[in-house]
Nanobody
Framework: QLQFVESGGGLVQPGGSLRLSCAAS????????IGWFRQAPGKEHEGVSC????????YYADSVKGRFTISRDNAKNTMYLQMNSLKPEDTAVYYC?????????????????WGQGTQVTVSS
């Protein structure tokens, strides 16, 4: 079972930035497509961004395009999500995942178990 440890969340004012990190535990990220999802209160998990492993193509949800950047460091077995120009509607618990479906900005899905996530709250 793939396990992840997410960190870097917190409380930030609108327009601020955060960098989320996700360390893989017990397995190597390198062979997999990776990505970030989020879940706002009362809503389902939403795909935020992913990197398709086969060709390195990245996708972003329309709501975060131009503001968020996904990256990976295979040497550190870690993935990141740089979030800039944060908005109150970005408030959610953010989760990372690997071995996921990464087909387009609207086709990101994960069928495994979620980690504990990291809370991001954007509020003044």
């Amino acid at each position: 079972q793939l396990q992840f440890v997410e960190s870097g969340g917190g409380l930030v004012q609108p327009g601020g930035s955060l960098r989320l990190s996700c360390a893989a535990s017990g397995f190597t990220l390198n062979p997999y497509s990776i990505g970030w999802f989020r879940q706002a209160p009362g809503k389902e998990h939403e795909g935020v961004s992913c990197i398709r492993n086969s060709d390195g193509v990245t996708y972003y949800a329309d709501s975060v395009k131009g503001r968020f950047t996904i990256s990976r460091d295979n040497a550190k077995n870690t993935m990141y999500l740089q979030m800039n120009s944060l908005k109150p509607e970005d408030t959610a618990v953010y989760y990372c995942a690997a071995n996921l479906l990464c087909r387009s900005s609207k086709e990101m899905d994960y069928f495994g178990s979620w980690g504990q996530g990291t809370q991001v709250t954007v509020s003044s």
